[in-house]
């Protein structure tokens, strides 16, 4: 073979075993880099941002070692801005999520995105999309209502979807009326915001314009005051004050645990000096009472739910200003669902251990319910006392989930037996229950198993305490009593005597007064917080009221419980300014009954 054809095959063979290499290192470096990345495939949840209880991740490969699943972690490669209060935990291998507290609030922009370190974290890179948007609910105006309240002033009821500010509502807020010599004249009329507070519901107060049409227009740049959603498009609603005297609406509460209630609500305030006014409900309501408010009727009774009913009022309903409805009018109107709830009746208290462990838990519509149990660490008592989360300060001993076998809108009551659940126990126990398809439906309480009895008396110098056997009543011996300062400062301890009796000094210091008083037995453990119901307040002024510019009075009665049908006795003593005994002049009072309903005014003051 010449020598050049040989050349020529040598080449080639170099050049093929080159391209070979190649495009086995090309192929090395590609699989090497997609086992390198990671990708998000999903994020949850895509709708209802508003009552979702979590965020969730979920990755098309293992990130995290099995060993990191289902507990807290501080070490999550993402972050959401802002940042709403909860924590990241592993749900498996390639889900991770962020559970949240509590609901997130509404108007508000919620971005997750990776950490800086990402790749240091997890030794992948992240590809694909790395910023997920998340958006509540914007401000909506839900509905409006407006009652007149006097035969000049009327009351429009705002309901947003979320609270509002009232100062900044009243900023974005106009309002005019048509002239009367030129309706396309308008002039501008003062509104008053009557909520003080934030609130999803706004009252304002208006004055009936000449011709008795208001206009009033919200800016559409409003926000809620927990968010930076605003509007979008302004809204404008017209007023128009009616001086008829009529049945409006009503207002259907759905009852929980107790009956349903119906508002009537009438155009005016009603005299609150007439009889109870007479309403026919059909079909009938066993058990229907009736009381009269501000500016309407409620109604009491054994309401079923989803059925409609209709009720008629007599035509001698009385208004403030002497009108009456003259016909009898009607109103039909539909009892929903009860709301779903849980409610443990003693939400505090003692249990002795060798008695009854039982606690009653009511429900109504919660087809499942997850109950936890924690035991308070003895060290924690004070923050836990102070309301510290419950993880911070106790220990998980029972987690079970039970389901109820209720009827539909039928409260009962379920007997919770801590004997069962925790076998011989003494202590401080945490019991929170939840529904399983809605944490936020629960209800908690505290419960001290113990067979301690602490009374305390505070001393000039000190305290001291008496610590007794609720079983059999005697005096312990023997029994370790600590006071301790609410920043959980140990202020004095001392052991009982045979009386059970100790007196312990307590010097004066940095560490503040007595707030809780601790027993200690063996395994026993007490607990007494002596001024529980005694409230002092740095920022108030403590100089007393100022003094009246007219008159001071105050009114009591010869007694303190009435049966129905007796007759209260009022005595009063009325000074002017000066504290000297006035002459006779008219005063008028009112007199509330337990439900806020006007019974009656007193007229007239004789010295």
């Not at 997130?104 to 992948?124: K, M, Q, Y």
């Not at 939400?347 to 936890?372: A, E, F, M, Q, R």
Request: charged share 25%; with cysteine; aromatic share 6%.
């Amino acid at each position: 073979m010449p020598r050049t054809h040989r050349r020529f095959y040598a080449l080639a063979l170099c050049l093929l075993a080159l391209n070979s290499g190649g495009l086995l290192w090309v192929r090395y470096s590609v699989a090497s880099a997609a086992d390198h990345n990671i990708r998000i495939l999903s994020v949850q949840p895509t709708q209802d941002i508003d009552n979702a209880d979590r965020f969730t991740l979920l990755f098309d490969a293992p990130l995290v070692e099995p060993n990191a699943l289902n507990r807290k972690t501080n070490d999550a490669p993402f972050l959401i801005k802002p940042q709403p209060e909860g924590h990241w935990t592993w749900a498996s291998q390639e889900k991770l999520e962020f559970i949240l507290d509590s609901p997130l609030p509404a108007g508000c922009v919620f971005r997750i995105i990776p950490t800086n370190d990402f790749e240091e974290r997890t030794g992948r890179k992240l590809v694909g999309d790395k910023e997920f948007v998340f958006k509540t609910r914007v401000l909506i105006l839900v509905s409006h209502e407006f009652t007149p309240i006097e035969r000049n002033v009327g009351h429009l009821l705002l309901r947003f979807n979320q609270k509002v500010c009232p100062s900044e509502l009243h900023e974005h807020l106009s309002a005019n009326y048509p002239s009367p010599a030129n309706p396309e004249q308008l002039k501008e009329a003062a509104v008053t915001v009557l909520t003080r507070k934030p609130d999803s519901e706004i009252v304002l107060q208006l004055q009936r314009p000449i011709g008795d049409i208001l206009n009033l227009k919200i800016n559409g740049s409003l926000t809620g005051s927990e968010g930076n959603l605003p509007l979008g498009k302004s809204i404008e609603h017209t007023v128009r004050f009616d001086p008829v005297f009529k049945l409006d609406s009503v207002r259907v509460s759905p009852g929980q645990f107790d009956d349903a209630s119906v508002a009537l609500d009438f155009s005016r305030r009603l005299d609150r000096n007439q009889p109870t006014p007479r309403v026919t409900v059909t079909p009938a309501v066993s058990g229907m009472s009736l009381s009269v408010w501000w500016d309407d009727i409620h109604i009491h009774g054994d309401f079923e739910c989803n059925r409609r009913y209709t009720a008629t009022v007599s035509p001698d309903v009385l208004s403030d200003d002497g009108d009456t409805l003259g016909e009898p009018q009607s109103i039909s109107f539909t009892i929903p669902d009860r709301r779903p709830g849980l409610d443990i009746d003693a939400n505090h208290g003692i249990l002795n251990p060798n008695g009854n462990l039982t606690i009653d838990l009511k429900s109504v519509n919660v087809p499942k319910v997850d109950i936890s149990v924690s035991r308070v660490n003895p060290n924690n008592i004070v923050p836990h006392l102070r309301g510290a989360r419950s993880h911070a300060t106790s220990r998980s001993v029972v987690d079970r989930t039970i389901e109820l076998d209720t009827k539909h809108n039928q409260p009962e009551t379920m007997a919770l037996d801590l004997g069962k659940l925790l076998g011989n126990p003494r202590g401080i126990y945490s019991i929170d229950t939840a529904s399983s398809d809605d944490y936020w439906i629960d209800d908690n309480a505290i419960i001290t198993i113990t067979d301690l009895a602490v009374t305390a008396k505070s001393e000039r110098d000190g305290l001291w305490a008496w610590i007794t056997s609720l079983s059999t009543g005697k005096p312990l011996s023997g029994a370790t009593v600590e006071v301790v300062s609410y920043n959980n400062q140990v202020l004095a301890q001392g052991k009982t005597s045979e009386d059970g009796t100790v007196q312990l000094n307590i010097p004066k210091g940095p560490d503040g007064p007595v707030w809780v008083v601790l027993a200690r037995l063996g395994e026993d453990l007490a607990y007494l917080l002596p001024e529980r119901r005694t409230h002092t307040f740095d920022n108030v002024d403590q100089k007393g009221r100022e003094i009246p510019e007219t008159y001071d009075v105050m009114l009591y009665t010869e007694r303190g419980v009435y049966r129905p049908g007796d007759t209260v006795h009022l005595t009063g003593i009325v000074r002017d300014k000066n504290g000297q005994v006035p002459l006779s002049f008219p005063m008028e009072m009112s007199v509330l009954r337990p439900r806020w309903m006007y019974s009656r005014d007193l007229r007239g003051f004789d010295g």
